[in-house]
C-alpha cells in the first residue's frame, strides 16, 4: 500500500508538472473506497498525503449519499447527482423493469444511471479527452465505451491491478501529443476492502 501511495504521489506530481508546462490542465480525479478522514487521521505517517493537504485543496466536510455505502457514492461523486436522480439506490436493488442490479457486469454499466451523465462522459461531449480506469460507469452495454481511454469491462476478481492502472495514468500525462486526456479517473478498492475484513481500525487498515 505504501508502494501505491508513492506512485499516486508521483503521478499528481507529474499532473502539476504537467499543468504547468502546458496552457491546458490536466485534472487527475482518485477515489479511495471507504477512506473516511478518520481513518487518515489513525493511519501511520502520511507525509504524501500532508504535501497534497499544504499544497492542495482538501476538505473533512464531504456530504456523502445515503445509505452511506460504495456504489450509491461513487455514483454520486462521478455524477454530480443525488440517488434520487441517478437511480443507482444501493450495491443490491431490484427494478420493476431492468431487474436486479448488482448481479455480474450490471454493477459497472452506465445504462442504470437516470437523467445523470458521468463528469467524463460531460467532458467527452464538449470535446474534452478522458481517461478512466477502474471506476463502475466507464462503459455501457447500448453505447460502448464512455470515455476516450478506459480499461476493458471486466468481471470484478479480474479487473487491472492499481500497479497497472497507475502507470497508465502516468504515462497517459507524460504524453505530449495532442490526444492526451485532461481528466483522468482513477478507482482504487482500498481501504474499503482491507477493512471489511480487519476493521476501520486494524493494524492491516491503518498500514
Same mark, same amino acid.
Given at each position: ?78 455524477? #454530480?447527482? +443525488?440517488?434520487?436522480?441517478? @437511480?443507482?439506490? $444501493?450495491?443490491?436493488?431490484? /427494478? ?6 448488482? %448481479? ?32 463502475? #460507469?466507464? +462503459?455501457?452495454?447500448?453505447? @460502448?465505451?464512455? $470515455?476516450?481511454?478506459?480499461? /476493458? ?6 479487473? %487491472? ?47
Amino acid at each position: 500500500m505504501k508502494r501505491l501511495f508513492a506512485a499516486l504521489f508521483a503521478l499528481l506530481v507529474s499532473a502539476g508538472a504537467a499543468a504547468a508546462a502546458a496552457p491546458e490542465r490536466t485534472v487527475v480525479v482518485v477515489l479511495f473506497d471507504g477512506f473516511a478522514p478518520a481513518e487518515l487521521d489513525a493511519a501511520k505517517p502520511t507525509p504524501n498525503f500532508d504535501r497534497l493537504k499544504r499544497e492542495g485543496a482538501w476538505s473533512r466536510h464531504l456530504v456523502p449519499a445515503f445509505p452511506t455505502i460504495s456504489l450509491i457514492n461513487h455514483t454520486t461523486f462521478e455524477t #454530480g447527482c +443525488w440517488p434520487e436522480h441517478h @437511480g443507482v439506490m $444501493s450495491n443490491i436493488f431490484y /427494478d420493476p423493469k431492468r431487474g436486479k442490479f448488482g %448481479e455480474g457486469d450490471n454493477v459497472a454499466d452506465a445504462d442504470w444511471h437516470t437523467g445523470c451523465e458521468a463528469m467524463w462522459e460531460a467532458a467527452e461531449r464538449q470535446g474534452v479527452k478522458t481517461a478512466v480506469f477502474n471506476w463502475a #460507469g466507464r +462503459w455501457s452495454k447500448t453505447r @460502448g465505451k464512455l $470515455s476516450t481511454f478506459a480499461n /476493458d469491462q471486466v468481471p470484478w476478481a479480474q479487473r %487491472e491491478s492499481d500497479d497497472t492502472i497507475v502507470n497508465k495514468a502516468i504515462a497517459l500525462l507524460r504524453d505530449p501529443s495532442p490526444d492526451h486526456p485532461r481528466l483522468i479517473a482513477l478507482y482504487f478498492d482500498i481501504p474499503d476492502h482491507v477493512a471489511h475484513f480487519d476493521g476501520v481500525a486494524g493494524g492491516k487498515t491503518r498500514d
